[in-house]
C-alpha cells in the first residue's frame, strides 16, 4: 500500500514546483469552492492546530517551497510541534511520529505527488478512513489542496529573481514569473511586515531568511 511504501527517506530535496497561469486560476477556483472547509480547519479549529502545522510543514517540503516551509515551522513550533517532531518530518520517521499522523502527513504528501489525482486503491483508502476518519482525510486534503497553491506561487514569485542570478528553475516561464510576480508580491511582502512585526525584526531580514 502507498501508505507503507511511504517510510522510506527523502533523497534529495524536490524542484520547486511552479505555476503557469491557466494551472494557477484554475487550482485558485478549486480553492475557493473549499472555502468553508478551510474556514472551519483555520478559524474553527477543527482540525488541531498542531496536526494542522505539521501537514502545512510536509506539504510545503513536498512542494519545495522554502518561504513556506520557513514560515510554518516557526507556526508549528509555537502550535507545540518539538524540533524531533520537525526534523522527522521530512523523512517520515515513524519512531517518532504517531500513527495517526503519521498517516495524516503521508495521505498530505502522496496528494501532492500524484497532483491530486482521483483517488485508486480501495483498501488503503477504507485502512485510512477506519484510522483517521473520513471527516480528517477531507481536512487534510482540503488543506493540503489549499497550501499547495500557497507554495506554488511563492515558488513562482522567487523563480524570477532566481532566473536573474542565472538559476531558472526547470520548466517556469518567464512570462508566467513575471505576471505572477505582479498579481501576488504584494501580498507577500504584507505577510513578511505582519511576520517582521510579529518576531520584532526587519522585513528584509525576514524576507531574506524565508527565500533561504
Known amino acids: 500500500m502507498w501508505f507503507e511504501a511511504e517510510v522510506s527517506p527523502v533523497v534529495g530535496r524536490p524542484v520547486p514546483r511552479t505555476y503557469r497561469v491557466p494551472a494557477l486560476f484554475r487550482d485558485l477556483l478549486s480553492v475557493f469552492g473549499r472555502m468553508p472547509s478551510l474556514i472551519s480547519i483555520w478559524i474553527g479549529g477543527r482540525l488541531p492546530r498542531a496536526l494542522r502545522e505539521k501537514v502545512i510543514v510536509a506539504v510545503s517540503q513536498a512542494n519545495a517551497c522554502r518561504m513556506c516551509e520557513h514560515a510554518h515551522t516557526r507556526m508549528a513550533l509555537e502550535a507545540g510541534v518539538t524540533d524531533a517532531e520537525l526534523a522527522a518530518l521530512e523523512n517520515m520517521d515513524s519512531g517518532v511520529l504517531d500513527r495517526r499522523t503519521w498517516l495524516a502527513l503521508a495521505f498530505a504528501r502522496e496528494r501532492v505527488r500524484t497532483d491530486f489525482a482521483p483517488i485508486d486503491g480501495e483498501e488503503s483508502h477504507r485502512t ?15 488543506l493540503a489542496r489549499a497550501m499547495t497553491v500557497a507554495n506554488r506561487i511563492a515558488n513562482t514569485l522567487n523563480a ?12 517556469s516561464r518567464l512570462a508566467d514569473e513575471l505576471l505572477i510576480n505582479v498579481l501576488f508580491l504584494p501580498g507577500a511582502w504584507l505577510g513578511t511586515l505582519i511576520a517582521a512585526l510579529r518576531q520584532r525584526k526587519s522585513p528584509f531580514s525576514v524576507w531574506r531568511q524565508a527565500r533561504g
Open 128 to 142: 485510512l478512513v477506519s484510522e483517521l476518519g473520513l471527516q480528517t482525510i477531507r481536512d487534510v486534503e482540503d
Open 160 to 171: 524570477l529573481p532566481d532566473r536573474m542570478r542565472g538559476q531558472a528553475v526547470p520548466e
